[in-house]
């Protein structure tokens, strides 16, 4: 076993679990089912691959990448103090550590949507921006990088309930391009339902329910930017409301429509 100041930075050690603690993990959820089979898999054959590890000060090490690992190896043979697990220990900062921590949780790890989306937001910021630079960092299309971060634009309890398969994906991507009081009113309707809607159902609600701009008959060209034109967002997703219709269950969005009408 290894103490910190006697590692060298890059090279394999075995080091103690006691000495480990987690770090800042981008997933917030782990599958029972998936470490069980990996508890299974370390009884019969052992820990094969190493955890990521960096130095935390005062002899004590923080997991950058591998904590699936280090739950399933702790389970099968304990947090004793004789107890080693191999690891790749390297210095980082902490903006190093929780990019190589995003990086590695993707690439190796099945993530949720939700978490995918969160990290590449955070992966998008350190990129200042840039979302071909993002999208390469994180080995996606760039419209794969696209889709989760436009999931962002979805509420928390949105973005929570999808986290919790409460509701799918498709479900979160419409209502992430409808306005924040309007995700609330039909995230709620989407939970008490007693069968839920498909996605296409949901989609084709949300068109019925909007108020066609295509109908209007004044004059239009002020609605470009608007805010309330659901069409300004919908290329950031895979499922979209039609082109050029607004949410009726809007109050500003109804509102302007009767002002417009007026004219």
Not at 10 to 25: C, E, S, Y
Not at 26 to 40: G, I, N, S
Not at 79 to 92: K, N, Q, R, T
Not at 166 to 183: M, V, Y
Request: a negative charge.
């Amino acid at each position: 076993m290894e103490k910190a100041e006697s590692v060298t930075s890059g090279t394999p050690a075995r080091i103690a679990v006691n000495l480990i603690d987690r770090g800042n993990n981008p997933r917030t959820r782990f599958d029972e089912t998936a470490m069980d089979e990996m508890v299974a898999s370390f009884r019969a054959h052992g820990i094969l691959q190493p955890i990521l590890l960096r130095p935390s000060g005062e002899s004590r090490f923080q997991i950058i990448a591998g904590e699936r690992r280090f739950r399933a190896f702790t389970t099968v043979y304990g947090m004793g103090v004789d107890i080693s697990i191999p690891a790749l220990v390297v210095e980082m900062d902490d903006a190093q550590a929780d990019m190589s921590a995003l990086i590695e949780n993707v690439i190796r790890e099945k993530m949720t949507p939700v978490e995918e989306a969160e990290a590449a937001a955070r992966v998008l910021g350190y990129s200042q921006g840039d979302r071909d630079e993002a999208a390469r960092k994180l080995g996606w299309e760039r419209k794969f990088l696209d889709r989760r971060i436009a999931l962002m634009y979805a509420i928390d309890e949105v973005r929570q309930a999808l986290q919790d398969e409460k509701i799918l994906l498709g479900h979160a991507e419409l209502l992430a391009g409808l306005r924040k009081e309007t995700q609330k009113q039909v995230l709620t309707a989407l939970l008490s339902s007693a069968e839920k809607p498909t996605v296409a159902q949901l989609k084709d609600r949300l068109e019925k329910a909007a108020l066609s701009l295509v109908k209007a008959i004044f004059e239009k060209s002020q609605c470009t930017d608007c805010q309330h034109n659901s069409g300004n967002q919908q290329a950031l997703f895979a499922e979209a409301i039609s082109d050029g219709s607004r949410g009726a269950s809007s109050p500003s969005a109804s509102s302007c429509w009767a002002a417009g009408q007026a004219a």
